[in-house]
């Protein structure tokens, strides 16, 4: 049934049936597939802050894990 809704709204088929199976699990997407669930909220006490539920922290990027082996190394020495 979703096959059929995609291909109503974009006019193709769905190509990417085997990147969807790898990837609906990871956590970054998890976080965005909240069906029903407010993705943000409203708060006065912070205006310039976007009000971004936080349930589960990102895990750390590629380039920051690096830095910060490359600076724990050189605190080690």
Do not use: N
């Not at 974009?10 to 976080?31: N, P, V």
């Amino acid at each position: 049934m979703a096959h059929q809704i995609f291909s109503k709204d974009y006019g193709c088929k769905f190509t990417c049936e085997h990147a969807w199976r790898e990837l609906r699990y990871d956590q970054k997407w998890i976080a965005q597939s909240t069906h029903g669930k407010a993705k943000r909220r409203k708060c006065e006490a912070d205006s310039d802050s976007v009000g971004v539920e936080d349930k589960e922290a990102r895990p750390i990027g590629v380039k920051a894990a690096k830095a910060a082996a490359k600076a724990k190394g050189k605190a080690k020495l």
